[in-house]
């Protein structure tokens, strides 16, 4: 299974995800079956990842999908009725974070003194996340999902930092499908486990339906069309959102 077939899957996936998230009517499984829509496009990322050819673009164009994502989701939960409803949707701030990391720990196996500088960098801008709305009043106004957009941080994106991690850690064990599988099962165990002990639900079991589908790689790229799928993540959460309020 190519590139281009898992990120239609995930596509899929994550329109039922989505169907369940803004319209009551839908069966709770559509947001189970929604758990593997990001693993799957994680997994395209990290291969992705890999084999481009020129990784500053690749990460300028995942910052620039996230910074536009900030403004849209702000720009809709504040001037579009109703007031709030369409939420924050970012996935492209997680993956730029992973691709940063995988890119400094590299670098700092190549060179110490350069990845260092990389490391301070990405504290800087941790630090910057939390100090600017001191000095930066309108700052003060965002919500944290907003601000992350224009200043990733680790802890405080759609994901969070254990699904930055998982990105990360499953990139260096790629080549080893037992390692791969090994790593993914026991982060949908612990994932799994903090959803029972906080919530008493199971939706996050949901992430093992992508497991089978990423053992079926072929590390075969597909048709082209990146662009259709950056286009697609906010056309589509706009059109569920203005259709829900819609028809509510």
Same mark, same amino acid.
């Given at each position: 299974?190519?590139?281009?077939? *898992?990120?239609?899957?995930?596509?899929?996936?994550?329109?039922?995800?989505?169907?369940?998230?803004?319209?009551?009517? !839908?069966?709770?499984?559509?947001?189970?079956?929604?758990?593997?829509?990001?693993?799957?496009?994680?997994?395209?990322?990290?291969?992705?990842?890999?084999?481009?050819?020129?990784?500053? $673009?690749?990460? *300028?164009?995942?910052?620039?999908?996230?910074?536009?994502?900030?403004?849209?989701?702000?720009?809709?939960?504040?001037?579009?009725?109703?007031?709030?409803?369409?939420?924050?949707?970012? @996935?492209?701030?997680?993956?730029?974070?992973?691709?940063?990391?995988?890119?400094?720990?590299?670098?700092?196996?190549?060179? +110490?003194?350069?990845?260092?500088?990389?490391?301070?960098?990405?504290?800087?801008?941790?630090?910057?996340?939390?100090?600017?709305? =001191?000095?930066?009043?309108?700052?003060?106004?965002?919500?944290?999902?907003?601000? +992350? !957009?224009?200043?990733?941080?680790?802890? @405080?994106?759609?994901?969070?930092?254990?699904?930055? !991690?998982?990105?990360?850690?499953?990139?260096?064990?790629?080549?080893?499908?037992?390692?791969?599988?090994?790593?993914?099962?026991?982060?949908?165990?612990?994932?799994?486990?903090?959803?029972?002990?906080?919530?008493? =639900?199971?939706?996050?079991?949901?992430?093992?339906?992508?497991?089978? *589908?990423?053992?079926?790689?072929?590390?075969? $790229?597909?048709?082209?069309? $990146?662009?259709?799928?950056?286009?697609?993540?906010?056309?589509?959460?706009? *059109?569920?959102?203005?259709? =829900?309020?819609?028809? !509510?």
């Amino acid at each position: 299974m190519n590139t281009f077939r *898992l990120k239609m899957i995930a596509l899929i996936l994550m329109v039922i995800d989505h169907i369940g998230l803004y319209f009551a009517w !839908a069966p709770g499984w559509f947001r189970l079956l929604g758990r593997g829509s990001y693993p799957l496009f994680l997994f395209c990322m990290i291969w992705g990842y890999h084999y481009t050819h020129d990784r500053k $673009k690749y990460l *300028l164009r995942l910052y620039l999908m996230g910074v536009f994502m900030g403004f849209f989701c702000y720009a809709l939960n504040n001037f579009v009725e109703p007031l709030g409803g369409y939420g924050n949707h970012n @996935i492209f701030v997680p993956m730029f974070l992973v691709g940063v990391l995988i890119s400094t720990i590299e670098m700092f196996q190549k060179d +110490t003194r350069k990845g260092t500088k990389m490391i301070l960098a990405i504290f800087a801008v941790q630090f910057l996340y939390y100090l600017l709305p =001191s000095f930066l009043p309108f700052l003060r106004n965002l919500d944290g999902d907003i601000r +992350t !957009a224009f200043l990733p941080n680790l802890a @405080i994106n759609e994901y969070g930092f254990a699904f930055v !991690a998982l990105g990360v850690v499953l990139y260096f064990v790629r080549e080893s499908r037992e390692q791969f599988c090994a790593v993914y099962l026991l982060f949908c165990i612990y994932q799994f486990s903090l959803e029972m002990l906080s919530a008493g =639900s199971c939706l996050q079991s949901g992430m093992i339906l992508a497991l089978p *589908l990423m053992m079926k790689y072929n590390r075969q $790229k597909g048709p082209g069309m $990146k662009y259709f799928f950056y286009i697609f993540y906010p056309a589509h959460t706009f *059109l569920l959102f203005w259709l =829900s309020s819609q028809f !509510a």
